[in-house]
T-cell receptor, first 109, second 116 residues
Framework: GQQVMQIPQYQHVQEGEDFTTYCNSS?????IQWYKQRPGGHPVFLIQ?????EVKKQKRLTFQFGEAKKNSSLHITATQTTDVGTYFCGRGTGNQFYFGTGTSLTVIP | DAGVTQSPTHLIKTRGQQVTLRCSPI?????VSWYQQVLGQGPQFIFQYYEKEERGRGNFPDRFSARQFPNYSSELNVNALLLGDSALYLCASSLQSRSPRGTEAFFGQGTRLTVV
């Protein structure tokens, strides 16, 4: 359907290790957004990708949009305990917006 | 500047009752969207309003309705509550009518609804 699939569903890493979550769609995406939701919190916008093959960086976070605009990834280098939370990708279509299934990240100190 | 504010923060209702949730967007934002987030799942899109008109609707039954006022605040109404309506209801505001498709959305803290 409209939802984008994310893998993995859960990820536990030692502090300092890297982390990657992948977002996959069966249809071409006009754009993709990434959000972070801390436990007990609300989603917070991280970034939007629009162009095919686009790569954007925010400090230790690297976001990539696939060449075919059907997938995207978020990579965190050297995770910290502050990175804990669930990371969602999301796609817009028409005047609707659909979040991905999310990847819950646990960082072990 | 105040962010997106939602009220109430928590609510307990009985099955069959009706509930109204409220949202005030960030000053200057004309678009408001509503989402339902069941525990352990991602937010599910319910409605988008812009300039007091419904611009988008997700796959929710007619028991769910909403409206946007001249000051751009919004209300979400749910009638004939079911146990399965228990969830965190999130409101998000953004600047443009193209939201939530292509513009950053700012979320409120949500209203935690429990139906018993």
């Amino acid at each position: 359907g409209q939802q984008v699939m994310q893998i993995p569903q859960y990820q536990h890493v030692q502090e300092g290790e890297d982390f990657t979550t992948y977002c996959n769609s069966s249809t071409t995406l006009s754009n993709i957004q990434w959000y972070k939701q801390r436990p007990g919190g609300h989603p917070v916008f991280l970034i939007q990708l629009v162009k095919s093959g686009e790569v954007k960086k925010q400090k230790r976070l690297t976001f990539q949009f696939g060449e075919a605009k059907k997938n995207s990834s978020l990579h965190i280098t050297a995770t910290q305990t502050t990175d804990v939370g669930t990371y969602f990708c999301g796609r817009g279509t028409g005047n609707q917006f659909y979040f991905g299934t999310g990847t819950s990240l646990t960082v072990i100190p | 500047d105040a962010g997106v504010t939602q009220s109430p923060t928590h609510l307990i209702k009985t099955r069959g009752q009706q509930v109204t949730l409220r949202c005030s967007p960030i000053s200057g934002h004309k678009s408001v969207s509503w989402y339902q987030q069941v525990l352990g799942q991602g937010p599910q899109f319910i409605f988008q309003y812009y300039e007091k008109e419904e611009r988008g609707r997700g796959n929710f039954p007619d028991r769910f309705s909403a409206r946007q006022f001249p000051n751009y605040s919004s209300e979400l109404n749910v009638n004939a509550l079911l146990l399965g309506d228990s969830a965190l209801y999130l409101c998000a505001s953004s600047l443009q009518s193209r939201s939530p498709r292509g513009t950053e959305a700012f979320f409120g803290q949500g209203t935690r609804l429990t139906v018993v």
